[in-house]
């Protein structure tokens, strides 16, 4: 919760000592935007131990493969021989010879749409189990079996249907990424306290009007879960299937490399895809906490409120 | 005259594996235009099923709601209900959650500047218009359960249903707004049916009090008048005989007639 909404809960109620109030709330802002001394002590909390762990790493990984005879290659062999995709990022020397930044956008783009129709499709479906009993039990069992079959199972057949690389990589996302949306959004969907249908009925809300305006925003929290372990899915799959599929993916660089014995290669590819994961982590949560307005932690759902309207037991 | 509100011999029973559990038997009351009717009984006796009945958010097994000699299958927002938690979207704010209701009830009525006026009033009317813009999770219980007062208001209905609007607030809150419920019913003549289990609150607000023998298959034990000469004053009624005597006969129905058997459930 900001500062913000606390000097609004203070101030409005009262009327009268509005104004002592504002001064304090003021000042108390300010002190916390211009004190130096507690943004860097709050940085280096947050970075220093990060960066010391790396580092205690870095040191390691480096006496471990400083022998001749090791397979891998140590960190300084990795920054000598890399250096260029480490570099530069965003080089491009024709239709094989691009940089890593290029990489990971076309696989964020195969992604993108993937994961996308997952989403779309996951929350439809999600919904539609979550609200009818008979969906559910038709529906559930096949989810349940088809959800185990790991990604690359799909993909043989994917390619035998589509006949085309890039169509069935983004298949696999596709099939990989739906089915925490599904299941979450079902979950959510069947949370949702009586009392929101209550006021749906008594408004006579239509189905499209619930569906939008009372089923996803009481689900919102289910649903972004759903999305956001998704996502991780998708990034998983992705890498995976371009290896096998070939292409400019971030995936194929990799399948490439060892093939070439490019080891160093690999590894700067290996931090690209972790540190893409955890961007696109964050980004989905960053919009599942926009999305449902910080309001998540601040549900109430007061069990014995509910007890009354529901049937006699 | 025919009955503005009537409820026709009515049966409840639910189905719970196979076993019938009678809820409601024969219940029939009507109740006239501007009428405010508190149905009182001990907790497990149906009382917040048969205002589900009333709203339609629950199905009759036997006989008939009348409105104004309609019969009622199904909720609508000419039957407002308040509920007990309030039950406002946490995503919404205070004016977003009035307006969820205006915006379906007269979005072809009224213009967006007579919806907006229209907000505006009924939140004048629970003194809540200063906190419009903020959100279920930032006020007070009281303040919640004003707000959802003012979005049943809002749709303007033909019989406002309160399920023990009051029951999770603490003594002072509950006094406040009871007295705001006093002064908007005064004000718009609204029928008003509550469901309570407060015997004071019952014979402060009501023009008549029906109370509930307990169940299973409770049914209507008796209904008491309540003549007190409105405006009532909650302070000058704790001495008056009729309040006193009513209190006393409320009192009498529910814990010597009809007491309560834990035991029985």
Request: charged letters at 20%; one cysteine or more.
């Amino acid at each position: 919760m900001s500062i913000q909404a606390i000097k609004d809960r203070k101030v409005k109620p009262f009327p009268a000592p509005s104004k002592p109030a504002e001064i304090i709330a003021f000042t108390a802002r300010a002190r916390r935007r211009f004190d130096p001394a507690a943004i860097s002590g709050k940085l280096a909390s947050t970075l220093v131990p990060p960066v010391i762990v790396v580092a205690i790493m870095l040191i390691v990984w480096q006496i471990a493969c400083s022998s001749p005879t090791a397979s891998l290659p140590p960190p300084s062999q990795v920054w000598n021989e890399a250096y260029d995709l480490i570099a530069h990022p965003f080089f491009n020397n024709g239709p094989q010879d691009i940089g890593l930044a290029w990489r990971v956008l076309i696989s964020l783009q195969r992604v993108a749409i993937g994961f996308g129709l997952a989403a779309v499709v996951g929350v439809a479906l999600g919904a539609l189990v979550g609200q009818s009993i008979w969906a559910m039990r038709g529906l559930d069992p096949v989810f349940q079996i088809l959800r185990t079959v790991p990604p690359l199972a799909w993909l043989p057949l994917s390619l035998a249907a589509f006949r085309d690389s890039s169509p069935s990589a983004i298949f696999v996302i596709f099939i990989t990424s739906i089915w925490p949306v599904i299941i979450n959004t079902a979950v959510g969907v069947r949370n949702i306290p009586e009392d929101y249908r209550n006021v749906s009925r008594i408004l006579r809300l239509n189905q499209l009007e619930f569906f939008v305006k009372i089923m996803v925003p009481a689900a919102a929290p289910y649903i972004f879960t759903g999305l956001r372990i998704g996502i991780g899915l998708s990034w998983l799959a992705i890498v995976a299937a371009e290896m096998l599929t070939g292409g400019v993916g971030i995936g194929f660089f990799i399948w490439d490399a060892w093939n070439s014995s490019r080891l160093p290669d690999i590894i700067v590819a290996l931090a690209y895809i972790g540190v893409t994961g955890f961007c696109l982590d964050r980004l989905v949560a960053a919009v599942g906490v926009f999305v449902t307005r910080g309001t998540t932690a601040k549900w109430e759902m007061d069990d014995d409120g509910l007890s009354e309207t529901r049937p006699y037991r | 005259m025919t009955a503005y509100l009537k409820l026709d011999h009515i049966d409840k029973s639910f189905m719970r594996g196979g076993q019938v559990s009678d809820v409601l038997k024969d219940i029939r009351l009507t109740i006239d235009k501007g009428e405010f009717v508190s149905i009182i009984g001990h907790s497990g006796c149906g009382k917040s099923t048969l205002l589900n009945l009333i709203a339609g958010l629950a199905k009759v097994s036997a006989g008939a709601v009348l409105l104004e000699d309609k019969e009622v299958d199904s909720p609508g927002p000419e039957r407002a209900v308040v509920f007990q938690n309030h039950s406002l979207l946490p995503w919404l704010t205070v004016y977003e959650n009035i307006n969820l209701a205006v915006s379906k009830v007269f979005g072809g009525k009224k213009s967006r500047a007579e919806r907006h006026d229209w907000i505006m009033r009924n939140l004048d009317l629970v003194q809540m218009a200063h906190a419009k813009d903020k959100r279920p999770a930032e006020i007070s219980g009281g303040m919640k359960q004003r707000v959802g007062i003012a979005r049943a208001l809002a749709m303007e209905p033909k019989i406002l249903l309160l399920d023990e609007p009051f029951g999770a607030l603490d003594a002072l809150t509950r006094a406040h707004l009871q007295d705001a419920v006093m002064d908007i019913h005064s004000r718009l003549g609204s029928t008003t049916i509550m469901i309570t289990h407060d015997v004071d609150e019952a014979v402060l607000l009501s023009d008549r009090i029906v109370m509930m023998t307990n169940g299973p298959a409770a049914t209507i034990g008796e209904v008491l008048p309540v003549p007190l000469a409105r405006p009532r004053r909650r302070i000058e009624l704790s001495s008056d005989r009729t309040f006193l005597r009513c209190r006393e006969a409320v009192l009498k129905f529910l814990y010597e007639r009809h007491r309560f058997v834990e035991a029985a459930e």
